[in-house]
């Protein structure tokens, strides 16, 4: 058997080695037969959907370039063309980035030609951005000055913001050429920065580019733009601020002494130059962003003192006339009336610094401005007072026979303390909803006084004068009255408990005519919602008698006067006609029943509940037989109660076995359902595979087919191989043999 195979093997390799096409076929077929085999074996199915590609989130119009696929690696090429380049990383399920994307849109419009807009998509997993960045949320705004950035803006996400903050990254620095310049740039801005810069040398001096960079370094710290930088490089206006030295900067303050930065203490770099202005500036009014209704920025500034704080429409890129009025108002308030600054700092004399007197540093501040404002003081006697100022230099002595303050000042605080108010800002567009709660009822101006520590609160009136409301507040016996914020009902409903609010609670429970048992409540007190039972019979009780009011106030929506606050909930307070001055309080220890609440009124009024007040007293029997019918009533409600609920509890409890049961056979239910799924999907898994497997087996039987043919020819072509070399070796043998017989013929015949 061996034998025979070993023998069939090598003639089909001889018959291959002598037709080499027969071999590759056989070669092809196999593989063609192997390789759907093995890839129908081996895939496996993938469960999970791939994410969809990102598209644009800004329109193709905008001039913008959106890199929606989060190529980080083309923003660089793109900030190389454009001195100034915004970067607005977004994610587009953001609703934060949906709502800037129109505010970014408009200021792209309208800057498209001085600045570089980029939008890239941080959120796409493919991303580089999103392999690179690792922001905790969006939308993400950088900004880039040439080589320096970012500088990421944190301020509100509206045009007008935006546009100013990438103005002042535009233009970081101003040029100021003349004294007037210089007068109207110490004016206008509250917060100023000056550096004298000699471009003799060369073109841009290595002081000028660490001043810039300093500005560029002080608007990631400010994103209000409230510090505002220029620079001068005439030295005869430089002498205004007295800066003679080259690379010098100057930090103007209105409340203090204006200062020069101090180039042998620190050393003069962006960031040394950033530190100090931001360490040693004032203003005399601040702008916040409260994040919420309950923010922690805004309990920060209240707890510093008394605040006033004004809501006013702001426009960043646009002047704004209230706005300029509150700011005099407040440099009035800390500095006093201009009238005043001439005789109080001029006149004085300079003296040493060692000396043991009082200075004000007012003097050295104001008396160049005055000379270019007033134009009454001549400059050399300003400058001998200017000029003395320094670390160890000499100041000038004021205050030491100051009268007291003009009357037409608002609170005199030159050179002495006094009650201190703080001015704030707040855009009304942007904190409405705080404005509302603290009282305003139209969207207008709204100026309001907050003292956190004596718990005040006043609201200037349309018609009033902001000075005459400050004023007043600074009065020791302030004239002012504290505004309450109350809840207003839609509509007043009759019910036998009479609800109280801030406006009408001094017109009910001050009413001389009647007694009023007043209940203090909230939403949140769990133990004041299990009293409305209680009083709700009490009201019943005196429902017949007009002279007894049963009435409550809920203390967390209205705002109360001091005197007729409670320290704690539920509190019950009783007003007695014709003295409510001495109001009674429902003692603590004792519970809140009925009969306990009857005899407390009862104890102050001296009448019963169905008694009119001066038609006489009834016995004192007559009352007690009442009152213990009225405990018996009680105690026989208290019985049926304990007997309902122990019915309750009963029913309680088969009400909660019944819900396990529902919730046992609701999750056998939910197993059920998806086992049967399972089941279902097993199913159509299997079918599918056994489809599978028929189409496969009736290719190979298809294969086998073909195999079989293909034997078959090879069978009978080795057969025709056979008998041809069969044929052969007999004709071979006969040549041989007939060879052999002439050649023995020949032998013969010789």
Request: hydrophobic share 40%; glycine share 4%.
């Amino acid at each position: 058997m061996l034998r025979r195979l070993r023998a069939q093997l090598r003639q089909a390799v001889d018959l291959m080695a002598r037709r080499p096409e027969l071999c590759c076929g056989a070669i092809l077929l196999s593989c063609a037969l192997i390789l759907p085999i093995t890839l129908t074996c081996s895939r496996v199915k993938s469960v999970v959907a791939s994410p969809r590609a990102p598209l644009r989130f800004f329109p193709s119009e905008s001039p913008l370039v959106d890199l929606f696929l989060g190529q980080l690696e083309e923003v660089e090429g793109l900030r190389e063309e454009a001195d100034v380049t915004l970067v607005f990383y977004y994610a587009p399920w953001c609703a934060h980035c949906i709502a800037a994307r129109q505010h970014v849109q408009q200021v792209a419009l309208r800057l498209a030609r001085q600045v570089q807009f980029v939008a890239v998509n941080c959120w796409w997993n493919q991303g580089r951005c999103r392999k690179q960045k690792s922001f905790f949320q969006y939308p993400v705004i950088h900004l880039y000055y040439r080589s320096v950035g970012p500088i990421e803006y944190r301020g509100p996400v509206h045009s007008e913001y935006l546009e100013s903050f990438i103005q002042r990254v535009c233009a970081p620095l101003t040029y100021l050429p003349s004294v007037r310049a210089l007068h109207t740039f110490l004016t206008q801005h509250q917060q100023a920065v000056v550096g004298y810069f000699q471009f003799s040398t060369s073109p841009q001096p290595a002081g000028y580019i660490i001043f810039l960079l300093s500005a560029l370094h002080a608007l990631r710290r400010d994103q209000q733009g409230e510090v505002h930088f220029a620079v001068v490089t005439n030295q005869a206006v430089a002498e205004g601020v007295s800066l003679r030295e080259d690379e010098s900067v100057y930090l103007h303050r209105r409340l203090n002494s204006s200062l020069v930065f101090p180039r042998t203490q620190r050393n003069f770099t962006a960031q040394a130059v950033c530190d100090w202005v931001f360490e040693n500036r004032e203003s005399v009014i601040h702008w916040i962003q409260p994040t919420g209704g309950k923010s922690y920025s805004l309990e920060v500034e209240l707890q510093k003192g008394p605040a006033l704080l004004t809501f006013l429409p702001h426009n960043p890129l646009t002047a704004n006339q209230l706005l300029s009025q509150v700011s005099a108002v407040a440099l009035q308030y800390h500095c006093g009336s201009e009238e005043d600054w001439f005789p109080r700092c001029c006149q004085s004399l300079p003296v040493s610094w060692s000396a043991d007197v009082s200075v004000c540093e007012l003097c050295v501040s104001r008396c160049w401005a005055l000379a270019l404002s007033l134009q009454r003081v001549s400059l050399s006697s300003c400058r001998s007072v200017q000029n003395s100022y320094g670390v160890l230099g000499r100041g000038s002595v004021c205050c030491r026979s100051v009268p007291g303050p003009p009357p037409d000042s608002i609170t005199g605080l030159q050179c002495r303390s006094n009650k201190t108010l703080r001015f704030y800002l707040l855009d009304t567009q942007l904190h409405w909803p705080l404005a509302q709660r603290l009282g305003a009822s139209a969207d207008l101006p709204f100026i309001t006084i907050i003292n956190l520590r004596d718990e005040t609160h006043y609201v200037l009136n349309r018609t009033d004068a902001l000075a005459d409301f400050i004023q007043n507040f600074s009065a020791s016996y302030s004239p002012l009255h504290r505004h309450l914020v109350g809840h207003k009902p839609q509509q007043q409903t009759r019910s036998l408990i009479q609800e109280v609010t801030s406006d009408s609670f001094l017109h009910t429970v001050m009413d001389s005519q009647k007694d009023v048992l007043l209940l203090y409540y909230s939403a949140w007190c769990g133990f004041c919602s299990v009293l409305n039972h209680v009083f709700l019979q009490l009201a019943r009780l005196f429902q017949g008698n007009s002279a007894l009011m049963v009435a409550r106030v809920n203390v967390g929506r209205n705002d109360l006067p001091w005197e007729f606050m409670v320290d704690h909930l539920p509190s019950v307070l009783f007003f007695p006609r014709h003295r409510k001055q001495m109001s009674v309080k429902f003692p603590e220890n004792t519970p809140m029943t009925v009969p306990n609440l009857l005899r407390f009124v009862l104890q102050h009024t001296g009448h019963a509940p169905w008694e009119e007040p001066g038609g006489g007293a009834e016995p004192r029997s007559l009352l007690e037989a009442e009152l213990q019918a009225l405990q018996q009533q009680v105690f026989s409600l208290h019985r049926a109660r304990e007997r309902l609920s122990q019915q309750l509890s009963v029913l309680w409890r088969e009400n909660r076995r019944l819900t396990l049961h529902t919730h046992t056979l609701q999750t056998q239910n939910a197993e059920l359902q998806e086992q049967s799924e399972q089941l279902e999907t097993l199913y159509r898994e299997k079918t599918q595979q056994l489809s599978d497997s028929v189409h496969r087996l009736q290719e190979l039987a298809d294969a086998s087919e073909e195999l079989l043919e293909e034997n078959t020819l090879l069978r009978v072509l080795l057969s025709v191989l056979r008998e041809r070399d069969a044929q052969d070796t007999q004709r071979q043998e006969e040549d041989r043999r007939e060879e052999v017989e002439g050649q023995e013929g020949k032998c013969e015949a010789s």
